[in-house]
């Protein structure tokens, strides 16, 4: 007799990471399926969304989800993250597309090696400053680098958007006490986070392990987000701000989800990602197409699991 219940999708059959949508959020809403299809219902009405075209979906507050729901979420691989209000907290997230351990391994070898570490970062800072050669700078040396160019990219969307613009500065408690440009700055980079860390989930790899961050459980999440800031959530935030928008929040998410779809972001995620963690040669499909559960032997090598060593091997316990 087999396993009850309906049989996963084989992992070729789904649509790979990079060729759904970026995240949808919802809120105030209760999420059934139909067919393969996720329903969101609320007071307006019922809204059909294919399960197999999500990347990521953001449950905000008063939303409740079925137990069907999820599970149609899980089959097509798609990540279903807990959110806060507005989108700006993070709660819990949903199951990895990847079926194997590649870029996990990957990344933690390369994060508990400080030379390999210490490339990764680099390599990281570099991907801002294309052209320049940042080999020879330490880590101190490309903070400031770092530091001073997101100053100057403030000044360059302030000057263009008119906006009057002092510092980051917000209140991660009391998002209403910002003024309007660093509610729309907030939102934005919670909208980016969602849509990085879903992608990682995807692939395999580990949120908190991260080379540039550290010590915090999305911390990759920060790493990779940080690549497209200057590029997606500033501008988007001050243009914004500038709109005299009366919804920052809602209008900031539509504005980053519009930008982060045009813009394939998350083809150049997987790909930066899988760059950073495989170096030098990140070869091969993106989603390993089967099961490769190993067991670890202490000669360094692997064996086939799935079988009783007991009648091969001396068992002493």
Known sequence: MGIPGVPPSELPDLTRAEDRISFLYLERSVIHRDSNAITATDDKGIVHIPAASIGVLLLGPGTSITHQAVALLADHGAT?????ERGVRYYAHGRSLAASSRLLTAQAAAVSHR???????RTMYAMRFPGEDTTNLTMQQLRGKEGARVRRTYREHATRTGI???QRQYDRDDFASGDPVNQALSAAHACLYGAVHAVIVALGA?????FVHTGHERAFVYDIADLYKAEITIPVAFDVAASNSTDIAADTRRAVRDRVHD?????RCVRDIRTLLLQPQPTGPIDDAEDSLSLWDDNDFEVAAGRNYGDTEDVDF
Do not use: H
Request: hydrophobic share 50%; charged share 10%; glycine share 16%.
């Open 164 to 166: 009057t613009w002092n």
């Open 263 to 267: 813009g394939a972001i998350l083809t």
């Open 115 to 121: 030379d390999r570490r210490l490339t990764v970062a």
């Open 80 to 84: 279903a993250v807990w959110v806060g």
């Open 206 to 210: 580990a949120p908190g392990l991260g």
